[in-house]
């Protein structure tokens, strides 16, 4: 069974096999992605109750905010990830995923500061602080700013993914202070909300559970998303291969 895995695995690194099945999964990961979001929606503004009675009109927010926080940490785990295999196998489908990533996860990070000052300014009379977990989040969006400058910088994409890369894989280390900051400093920022062993005892079941719904939205369309900017990725980087030519030319 491994080495079948390891066959397909190396089957679809490749570009030219990759390609069309990111074509056929894009519409199921995109219908997939409605599907949650309206679901979500729905019970985070009709089901979820306010956490205090004073905030019913923007407690909400909170749905958005906490799928944004985690994708905005998750996607850049996942980037580092095809960045550190595609340094060490030279693997050019890794470098490609790596790239795709970056601007939805740079989305992501901008989406959970922005909600977050929303939501700041009416729970702590401000729309920013310079919080442990704030500041961090901040640095998290220089960082996904940084790589795609990088790789806009240089022209050979090869060297651009090898430098925006090594940027990736020193900047994970942020990650964890993002997630911990809560438990490391005495901060503004609330606690975990969250926890594998705890998730009854802190926030209400409908709470949580619109909060997984609309962070599965967040990630079927970031699925979606992805797979159709590394299919155009994959055509500007292959433009001068004979199959490339022929998807262009209206071959088969």
Not at 243 to 248: A, D, M, T, Y
């Amino acid at each position: 069974m491994g080495f079948k895995n390891s066959i397909i695995w190396m089957y679809f690194s490749s570009p030219r096999n990759f390609y069309p099945l990111a074509g056929k999964l894009i519409p199921w990961f995109a219908g997939l992605a409605a599907i949650f979001a309206i679901v979500g929606l729905y019970i985070s503004f009709f089901v979820a109750p306010p956490v205090l009675s004073d905030q019913k009109e923007y407690y909400v927010i909170i749905f958005i905010h906490v799928a944004a926080a985690w994708m905005s940490m998750f996607i850049y785990v996942v980037m580092s990830v095809y960045a550190f295999i595609g340094l060490v196998w030279n693997i050019k489908m890794s470098e490609m995923m790596a790239t795709a990533l970056a601007p939805t996860g740079a989305m992501f990070t901008f989406l959970a500061l922005w909600t977050g000052a929303l939501w700041g300014r009416p729970s702590w009379g401000t729309y920013w602080v310079w919080d442990a977990r704030l500041t961090s989040e901040l640095i998290l969006l220089f960082l996904y700013i940084g790589f795609m400058s990088l790789q806009s910088a240089i022209d050979d994409p090869r060297r651009a993914a090898r430098a925006s890369g090594l940027l990736a894989i020193v900047g994970v280390i942020n990650i964890p202070i993002i997630y911990f900051s809560v438990r490391w400093w005495n901060t503004l920022h609330q606690g975990f909300s969250v926890t594998p062993t705890q998730t009854k005892q802190l926030v209400d079941p409908a709470i949580f559970w619109g909060m997984i719904i609309v962070a599965l939205a967040c990630w079927m369309y970031t699925i979606a998303v992805v797979l159709a900017r590394v299919r155009t990725e994959i055509l500007e980087r292959e433009r001068q291969t004979s199959w490339v030519q022929g998807l262009v030319g209206g071959q088969k």
